[in-house]
């Protein structure tokens, strides 16, 4: 038979606390800055440049934020198992064990660089584009589950930071696909850009948001409320009830924008086969 050990993030030790949210706050500030009066200053009105702009600034977070999150997830693994003396298990099926463990170093930088970037977003709608409620609300329910996983709970990172990794597992894309459909009626270079980038986009995001995801979230869930029933979790019940909903209406819109996408798609190749 297998032998398994749980998978928990080591504590952070007192030095490795500090905070890097006002770095990364002012990194992310100046680039979308450099992208909004630069890089987009020929991009035409001022909506434009800033959907534009806050594109730009979502290409140095999305990857750099997956990578920094599957990092911190390999991490947790590590020292689990290199403090268990025996063999490794499964992050997965080690799930209840790792809402005990207070959140790692590594884990507290993911945090404080994807709510810094968030911030800096956030302020370029309430700012220029208010009307895109949509985005404010998911940007705001996004930096309340980050706060708290950061600070009121201080613990629950190793459960979330899975779905960091395919939330912006596909930011890459999802940027140069809506940089090049923001272009593609007056550039046939973005219009064949957007064209290639459509069908695997979608085909990614899908498997990402509207497979993994669920199946992950659906396990996270079930890890806090065993953790909870046990009388040992560290995130509070009302935290991890409050982002069970907040994550479950993300990823329920989420579902939702990429079936309309692909609706539309195949709308338009009956519409181009017809045409033939």
Request: glycine share 6%.
């Amino acid at each position: 038979m297998e032998e398994h050990v749980v998978a928990v993030a080591t504590p952070r030790a007192d030095g490795d606390a500090e905070s890097m949210f006002l770095p990364f706050l002012a990194m992310f500030a100046s680039i979308y800055l450099v992208g909004y009066f630069i890089v987009f200053r020929g991009w035409g009105p001022p909506r434009r440049r800033a959907e534009a702009a806050s594109c730009f600034t979502s290409l140095f977070h999305g990857t750099p934020a997956a990578l920094l999150a599957l990092r911190a997830v390999l991490l947790s693994r590590y020292h689990g198992a290199s403090g268990a003396g025996t063999t490794t298990r499964s992050l997965l099926l080690a799930l209840p064990a790792v809402t005990l463990a207070p959140n790692a170093a590594a884990e507290d930088l993911v945090l404080d660089f994807s709510t810094a970037y968030f911030a800096v977003d956030l302020a370029h709608y309430l700012l220029l584009l208010r009307d895109e409620a949509l985005f404010i609300s998911h940007h705001l329910a996004t930096l309340y589950v980050l706060a708290t996983c950061r600070h009121a709970a201080a613990a629950g990172a190793a459960a979330l930071l899975p779905l960091v990794v395919l939330a912006e597992a596909t930011s890459a894309a999802q940027n140069a696909w809506t940089l090049a459909a923001m272009r593609r009626h007056d550039s046939p270079l973005a219009a064949r850009l957007y064209a290639r980038l459509s069908l695997p986009f979608y085909a990614a995001y899908t498997a990402a948001r509207a497979v993994l995801g669920p199946a992950w979230f659906i396990r996270m869930v079930g890890g806090f409320y065993a953790s909870s029933s046990g009388g040992g979790g560290r995130v509070p019940a009302w935290v991890w009830a409050s982002w069970t909903v907040v994550i479950g209406a993300g990823i329920a819109v989420s579902i939702l924008w990429v079936a309309s996408l692909w609706l539309a798609y195949f709308r338009e190749r009956k519409k181009e086969s017809k045409q033939q």
